[in-house]
């Protein structure tokens, strides 16, 4: 069975920085791309990042490019999302997905099509 378990959230002030964790399981963790979402109440879920584990691609939405950097460590079956320059606009609740990474191309800018499971997610609360 596929899992994937985030970590790492909690409270941060605005201009700190957090580490995200998605530890997986359940499948060749090499073949995929890990995929970064995040949701805020009252709004739609928003695509943040896609990291290949085949070969490191990565891809970063507009809104976090420069701050926020993806990385995967494939020994340990994980990938990290390194989060600077918090904003208050980053709070949400963040998930990890694994696709291949053509579908986390698609799904960081269309979310709304993706028809996997979403796990518990973790959440991050940026503070003025």
């Known amino acids: 069975e596929v899992q994937l378990v985030e970590s790492g959230g909690g409270l941060v002030q605005a201009g700190g920085s957090l580490r995200l964790s998605c530890a997986a399981s359940g499948f060749t963790f090499g073949d995929y791309a890990i995929g970064w979402f995040r949701q805020a109440p009252g709004k739609e879920r928003e695509g943040v990042s896609c990291i290949s584990s085949s070969d490191g691609s990565t891809y970063y939405a507009d809104s976090v490019k420069g701050r926020f950097t993806s990385s995967s460590d494939n020994a340990k079956n994980t990938v990290y999302l390194q989060m600077n320059s918090l904003k208050p606009e980053d709070t949400a609740v963040y998930y990890c997905?694994?696709?291949?990474?053509?579908?986390?191309?698609?799904?960081?800018?269309?979310?709304?099509?993706?028809?996997?499971?979403w796990g518990q997610g973790t959440q991050v609360t940026v503070s003025l």
């Open positions: 997905v694994v696709a291949s990474w053509e579908s986390c191309t698609i799904l960081v800018v269309t979310p709304q099509y993706y028809s996997g499971s």
